[in-house]
């Protein structure tokens, strides 16, 4: 079981009605799960601290994040970053300082995009710098419950300016949902993604191969997102206490035929 968080689980600080329930049932049937965020405004401590604040409790080895991703990628290929994130993300970065070359890395900066920090963004590309984009969200579901611009018309501000393609490493990053099915012995055939966002939650984890993902009507979810992109949701639930339904019910069945989900 892959979950979103914001909009599925949380919208801000306040919980979704149902969800710590829904995600206590989905444990009580023994079913392994792994939180997929593309929130890049906070770093993992904030993150799991506020899941227990509403009464989850997620292991650190649970929770997958882009700027998790973003780490490895830079340790791996040796890259100092150029961080266009959140303030309150550049923690996650410390302690990367020295790699042979440098790497652009953009999250949901907020007040920080602005033409001065897009441009140094810019002119790093045009020096030769990789492109990271820890997401390529379009929107979000702001504290006002309004849509707000994402990281995605940043990214995509930059890739138009420079002629370069980042790599993403957030969803819909097919990498992104297959690393977090690592450990879990689960093929991705057998496992189920639930989101509020039908193009990088859903159509995003069933073009990475997953059996099943399910489109909630809560948090960024507007009438006739579903028809939106392809592939098309497996099936569209009123929240996550629905799709836990959905899960378990598909999951007897599946049982019933020999066949355990």
Same mark, same amino acid.
């Given at each position: 079981?892959?979950?979103?968080?914001?909009?599925?689980?949380?919208?801000? +600080? $306040?919980? !979704?009605?149902?969800?710590? =329930?829904?995600? *206590?049932?989905?444990?009580?049937?023994?079913?392994?799960?792994?939180?997929?965020?593309? $929130? $890049?405004?906070?770093?993992?401590?904030?993150?799991?601290?506020? /899941?227990?604040?509403?009464?989850?409790?997620?292991?650190?080895?649970?929770?997958?994040? @882009?700027?998790?991703?973003?780490?490895?990628?830079?340790?791996?290929? +040796?890259?100092q @970053?150029?961080?266009?994130?959140? @303030? +309150?993300?550049?923690?996650?970065?410390?302690?990367? *300082?020295?790699?042979?070359?440098?790497?652009?890395?953009?999250?949901?900066?907020?007040?920080?995009?602005?033409?001065?920090?897009?441009?140094?963004?810019?002119?790093?590309?045009?020096?030769?710098?990789?492109?990271?984009?820890?997401?390529?969200?379009? $929107?979000?579901?702001? =504290?006002?419950?309004?849509?707000?611009?994402?990281?995605?018309?940043?990214?995509? =501000?930059?890739?138009?300016?420079s002629?370069?393609?980042?790599?993403?490493?957030g969803?819909?990053?097919?990498?992104?949902?297959?690393?977090?099915?690592?450990?879990?012995?689960?093929?991705?055939?057998? =496992?189920?993604?639930?989101? +509020?966002?039908a193009?990088?939650? !859903?159509a995003?984890?069933?073009?990475?191969? /997953?059996?099943?993902?399910?489109?909630?009507?809560?948090?960024?979810?507007?009438?006739?997102?579903?028809?939106?992109?392809?592939?098309?949701?497996?099936?569209?639930?009123?929240?996550?206490?629905?799709?836990?339904?959905?899960?378990?019910?598909?999951?007897?069945?599946?049982?019933?035929?020999?066949?355990?989900?």
């Open positions: 079981m892959l979950l979103d968080l914001l909009g599925v689980v949380y919208n801000g +600080d $306040t919980p !979704v009605p149902g969800a710590a =329930a829904a995600i *206590e049932r989905l444990r009580n049937a023994g079913l392994p799960l792994r939180f997929v965020s593309n $929130t $890049t405004r906070s770093p993992r401590d904030v993150i799991i601290a506020q /899941l227990a604040g509403l009464g989850i409790k997620v292991e650190d080895e649970e929770l997958l994040t @882009p700027a998790r991703a973003a780490v490895e990628w830079l340790r791996k290929h +040796d890259r @970053p150029h961080l266009l994130v959140h @303030p +309150d993300l550049e923690v996650e970065f410390s302690g990367l *300082e020295g790699g042979s070359g440098r790497a652009v890395v953009v999250g949901d900066a907020g007040e920080a995009f602005d033409h001065a920090s897009l441009n140094r963004a810019f002119r790093e590309l045009v020096a030769g710098a990789d492109f990271l984009a820890l997401a390529v969200n379009r $929107t979000f579901k702001d =504290a006002d419950g309004l849509l707000s611009l994402d990281t995605g018309a940043f990214v995509a =501000a930059l890739e138009f300016a002629g370069r393609s980042p790599v993403v490493l969803k819909p990053s097919p990498d992104f949902f297959l690393s977090a099915l690592t450990g879990l012995n689960c093929p991705a055939a057998d =496992a189920v993604m639930v989101g +509020d966002d193009e990088s939650d !859903v995003g984890a069933l073009r990475a191969g /997953l059996g099943a993902a399910l489109l909630v009507r809560t948090g960024k979810y507007r009438p006739g997102d579903e028809t939106r992109f392809d592939p098309a949701p497996t099936a569209v639930v009123d929240d996550l206490a629905a799709a836990t339904d959905w899960i378990l019910k598909a999951r007897r069945a599946e049982a019933d035929s020999g066949d355990v989900l």
